[in-house]
């Protein structure tokens, strides 16, 4: 990670150079134009963030609603979760973006619902439901690694389905649930890229905007670059610290 | 004469085509205690695992105090609790405490208070003899003294029929006593036991009726006297001339 940073900077740096090819000025942070420059690029940033947050929340939740019935013992149920996973995962994020955000407000007026879509809800659900799929086998394996024991010790003590996986399979999978969950968000940040198609204004849309006005692609995307990678570098510095956390919890 | 608290009639089951048991037929009254032993692999675990629905049968029925089990989850669901079960792993839950273990059956499935849970819990592991371990993971307890959470888990649900399968065969010699005489103790008061074990000693002690089980079958039902001194078949004399010189 950290060398990766160096490489970036280090290329920033050659690029300043020979500044024939280079404008600095566009994101020179000392005048004027840079500095707003700047500001207008990183402004993205907060919805980034926001639309990325809430997918993962409902991500998180969603993955777990299409986990469960793949730990049925009725076989139907098994078959839901199965195709769900295997459906949501074949999809690419962009085409499941365009049916979200042009086919979806068309599939509720015909049902005579009145739901606009608005480019912010049309990013959140296509990345929610696409990373869900994710998310579902995450738990799918954290479950799975609880042995057979301790739901059938649960059931002779009267606990039902729900109160076992409540109180004793779900308590102890998520130690091992929590650090790829985490690492899955830094998926969702990527992936949120592209709500700049449908207009949603975060990091890649001000920059794709700024292109058009300064056309100077090259300094403006390898700042976005930067603004993605410190981003994402955040996250793992936060997962690491986690898996630590959850990995010396496990030795008690 | 006491009515059967369990009923097995002419139970078969298979696992995909492999056949574990075949016309099982096993009843157990109501305070009775009894042993089923027999070499590994004959079925002793499925038997103890389709009478409180673990496993499912695919034929012949067994009931509970006169009522048919089924898989329906409303069946399941009424008997759990009142059928107790020890495991030969213990299976003890631990991300809880070992009063947690306990109260988690009664709070949730029987609807008691915490207190009246931490209560029940306490008498329970006074039974058991460690009420001083209450606050400890289980992980920091000897095997000997998780079993005997384990045991004081199951009666914390004050079930009518205890199961135990192989309850002492995970554990280390010098702990095997301290399980069995737990075991013994609940006995005399009056627990209606199903034991699969091979500790002969415990069950001439404690056996009202032995089970021998081979091949998925019941080879050889009798009281301990006749069981011991006068197998019938020759399966039966072989696993007990290994076991017990064993
Ligand atoms: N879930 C299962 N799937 C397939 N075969 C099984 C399963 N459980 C048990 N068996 C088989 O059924 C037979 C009886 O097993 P079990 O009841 O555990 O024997 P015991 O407890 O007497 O050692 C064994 O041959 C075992 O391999
Ligand atoms: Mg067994």
Same mark, same amino acid.
């Given at each position: 990670?950290?060398?990766?940073?160096?490489?970036?900077?280090?290329?920033?740096?050659?690029?300043?150079?020979?500044?024939?090819?280079?404008?600095?000025?566009?994101?020179?942070?000392?005048? !004027?134009?840079?500095?707003?420059?700047?500001?207008?690029?990183?402004?993205?940033?907060?919805?980034?963030?926001?639309?990325?947050?809430?997918?993962?929340?409902?991500?998180?939740?969603?993955?777990?609603?299409?986990?469960?019935?793949?730990?049925?013992?009725?076989?139907?149920?098994?078959?839901?979760?199965?195709?769900?996973?295997?459906?949501?995962?074949?999809?690419?994020?962009?085409?499941?973006?365009?049916?979200?955000?042009?086919?979806?407000?068309?599939?509720?007026?015909?049902?005579?619902?009145?739901?606009?879509? !608005?480019?912010?809800?049309?990013?959140?659900?296509?990345?929610?439901?696409? !990373?869900?799929?994710?998310?579902?086998?995450?738990?799918?394996?954290?479950?799975?690694?609880?042995?057979?024991?301790?739901?059938?010790?649960?059931?002779?003590?009267?606990?039902?389905?729900?109160?076992?996986?409540?109180?004793?399979?779900?308590?102890?999978?998520?130690?091992?649930?929590?650090?790829?969950?985490?690492?899955?968000?830094?998926?969702?940040?990527?992936?949120?890229?592209?709500?700049?198609?449908?207009?949603?204004?975060?990091?890649?849309?001000?920059?794709?905007?700024?292109?058009?006005?300064?056309?100077?692609?090259?300094?403006?995307?390898?700042?976005?670059?930067?603004?993605?990678?410190?981003?994402?570098?955040?996250?793992?510095?936060?997962?690491?610290?986690?898996?630590?956390?959850?990995?010396?919890?496990?030795?008690? | 004469?006491?009515?059967?608290?369990?009923?097995?009639?002419?139970?078969?089951?298979?696992?995909?085509?492999?056949?574990?048991?075949?016309?099982?037929?096993?009843?157990?009254?109501?305070?009775?205690?009894?042993?089923?032993?027999?070499?590994?692999?004959?079925?002793?675990?499925?038997?103890?695992?389709?009478?409180?629905?673990?496993?499912?049968?695919?034929?012949?029925?067994?009931?509970?105090?006169?009522?048919?089990?089924?898989?329906?989850?409303?069946?399941?669901?009424?008997?759990?609790?009142?059928?107790?079960?020890?495991?030969?792993?213990?299976?003890?839950?631990?991300?809880?405490?070992?009063?947690?273990?306990?109260?988690?059956?009664?709070?949730? +499935?029987?609807?008691?208070?915490?207190?009246?849970?931490?209560?029940?819990?306490?008498?329970?592991?006074?039974?058991?003899?460690?009420?001083?371990? +209450?606050?400890?993971?289980?992980?920091?307890?000897?095997?000997?003294?998780?079993?005997?959470?384990?045991?004081?888990?199951?009666?914390?649900?004050?079930?009518?029929?205890?199961?135990?399968?192989?309850?002492?065969? +995970?554990?280390?010699?010098?702990?095997?006593?301290?399980?069995?005489?737990?075991?013994?103790?609940?006995?005399?008061?009056?627990?209606?036991?199903?034991?699969?074990?091979?500790?002969?000693?415990?069950?001439?002690?404690? +056996?009202?009726?032995?089970?021998?089980?081979?091949?998925?079958?019941?080879?050889?039902?009798?009281?301990?006297?006749?069981?011991?001194?006068?197998?019938?078949?020759?399966?039966?004399?072989?696993?007990?001339?290994?076991?017990?010189?064993?």
């Amino acid at each position: 990670m950290r060398l990766l940073l160096a490489l970036s900077l280090a290329l920033l740096l050659t690029g300043c150079a020979s500044s024939g090819t280079w404008g600095w000025y566009v994101i020179n942070p000392a005048t !004027d134009t840079g500095w707003t420059n700047i500001k207008f690029l990183i402004s993205g940033m907060g919805n980034t963030i926001l639309i990325s947050v809430i997918a993962a929340a409902i991500s998180i939740v969603l993955g777990l609603l299409v986990a469960l019935p793949g730990q049925s013992k009725k076989k139907g149920w098994r078959i839901v979760n199965r195709v769900y996973v295997e459906l949501v995962r074949s999809i690419p994020l962009l085409p499941m973006l365009f049916w979200v955000f042009y086919g979806l407000p068309i599939v509720f007026k015909s049902m005579g619902l009145n739901i606009p879509i !608005d480019p912010f809800w049309g990013a959140i659900i296509t990345l929610a439901v696409s !990373d869900s799929a994710f998310t579902a086998e995450i738990y799918r394996s954290g479950i799975q690694s609880i042995a057979r024991g301790q739901s059938e010790a649960a059931q002779t003590i009267g606990l039902s389905y729900a109160q076992t996986m409540r109180y004793v399979i779900l308590p102890q999978a998520i130690r091992r649930i929590l650090p790829p969950l985490a690492n899955q968000f830094i998926y969702i940040v990527k992936m949120s890229a592209f709500a700049s198609v449908i207009g949603m204004q975060e990091l890649t849309r001000r920059a794709n905007e700024l292109v058009v006005t300064e056309y100077r692609p090259l300094e403006i995307y390898s700042l976005l670059i930067v603004e993605y990678l410190v981003l994402v570098l955040v996250i793992s510095a936060g997962v690491r610290w986690l898996e630590r956390k959850m990995g010396s919890d496990e030795r008690v | 004469m006491r009515g059967a608290a369990i009923e097995i009639v002419d139970v078969n089951k298979w696992f995909g085509d492999f056949q574990a048991l075949r016309d099982i037929n096993l009843s157990i009254a109501t305070g009775e205690k009894v042993v089923i032993c027999g070499p590994s692999g004959s079925g002793k675990s499925t038997v103890v695992r389709c009478i409180n629905r673990l496993e499912e049968h695919q034929s012949g029925t067994i009931s509970f105090n006169g009522v048919e089990l089924t898989n329906d989850p409303a069946s399941v669901a009424s008997i759990q609790g009142d059928i107790g079960m020890v495991f030969q792993q213990f299976n003890l839950f631990p991300h809880l405490t070992v009063i947690e273990n306990l109260m988690l059956g009664p709070m949730k +499935a029987r609807g008691l208070s915490r207190e009246e849970a931490v209560n029940r819990a306490k008498q329970y592991l006074e039974r058991v003899r460690i009420p001083d371990q +209450a606050n400890k993971k289980p992980a920091h307890l000897s095997g000997g003294q998780q079993q005997r959470v384990a045991i004081a888990r199951s009666l914390c649900m004050e079930p009518k029929v205890l199961l135990f399968d192989e309850p002492t065969s +995970a554990l280390d010699p010098e702990m095997i006593a301290e399980v069995l005489d737990v075991m013994e103790e609940l006995a005399r008061e009056g627990m209606t036991m199903i034991v699969v074990t091979h500790e002969m000693g415990f069950a001439r002690k404690v +056996a009202d009726k032995m089970v021998f089980m081979d091949n998925g079958e019941i080879v050889e039902q009798a009281a301990p006297e006749d069981f011991f001194e006068r197998p019938k078949t020759q399966r039966c004399q072989k696993f007990l001339s290994q076991i017990l010189h064993h």
